[in-house]
Every structure is written in C-alpha cells, then in structure tokens.
Nanobody, 126 residues
Framework: VQLVESGGGLVQTGDSLLLSCVAS????????LGWFRQAPGKRREFVAA??????????AYADSVKGRFTVSRDNSKNTMYLQMNNLKPGDEDVYYC??????????????????WGQGTQVTVSS
C-alpha cells in the first residue's frame, strides 16, 4: 500500500483546510485509517481515525481537535479526508496519514499502523 497526502499549506488562524490521503497499489477498504501529526523534535501524535464500513465507520479524535476536525473516507476512491476548521497555531505540524492492516476500528496507537504516507505540512499564522 502506498499512501500520499495532499492539501497542506499556509493558512491564517481560524481558516480551514481539507487534507486528502489517497491509497494506491491495494484497496484499504478493510483497514482502519488514521491521521497523525508531528512537530520538529516531538513525538508523532494521534489526531483522528476512522474505522471500516464493517465497523460502521466509527471515528475517534484527539481531545485537542474534537469539534474542529472531521475525518471521513470514500472507499470508492480509496481515499481518506481530514477537514480541519478553525485552525490554530498549535495545529501547525506535518500531518501523516496511515493505514492499520488487520484493524477495522478507529485505532489510536501509532504501533497499530502498518503503512504511512510521507506527510504534508500545515502552517498556521497568527
């Protein structure tokens, strides 16, 4: 599985961005999918996750993004999205998408994910 993120960029505080994660080489419809982010010198942290159709598309969010970010997936396009609203300077990070082979739920632990994208930079100016 190859994952490619897009949609990052430079925005102002309060703006919105839509990140996309397109999977290729193999369908990820049976995989839990997730978003993580990482700042320089810090550990990668969980942002949001979404389960498979068989798990009713269950979602999970980090407390810091609840109510502002929405994760979704389009299985027909082998794609996951992260709609980010009301962005804050603290959201500035490199955002990574990931696929958890063998997990159908909304998994939050980095070690549960098998495949990772290369990341997309989100910069929020105050």
């Amino acid at each position: 599985v190859q994952l490619v993120e897009s949609g990052g960029g430079l925005v102002q505080t309060g703006d919105s961005l839509l990140l996309s994660c397109v999977a290729s080489r193999e369908s990820v419809n049976s995989y839990g999918l997730g978003w993580f982010r990482q700042a320089p010198g810090k550990r990668r942290e969980f942002v949001a996750a979404i389960g498979t159709t068989w798990a009713d598309g269950v979602t999970a969010y980090a407390d810091s993004v609840k109510g502002r970010f929405t994760v979704s997936r389009d299985n027909s396009k082998n794609t996951m999205y992260l709609q980010m609203n009301n962005l804050k300077p603290g959201d500035e990070d490199v955002y990574y998408c990931a696929a958890a082979q063998g997990y159908e739920g909304a998994v939050k632990m980095e070690w549960q994910y098998t495949y990772w994208g290369q990341g997309t930079q989100v910069t929020v100016s105050s």
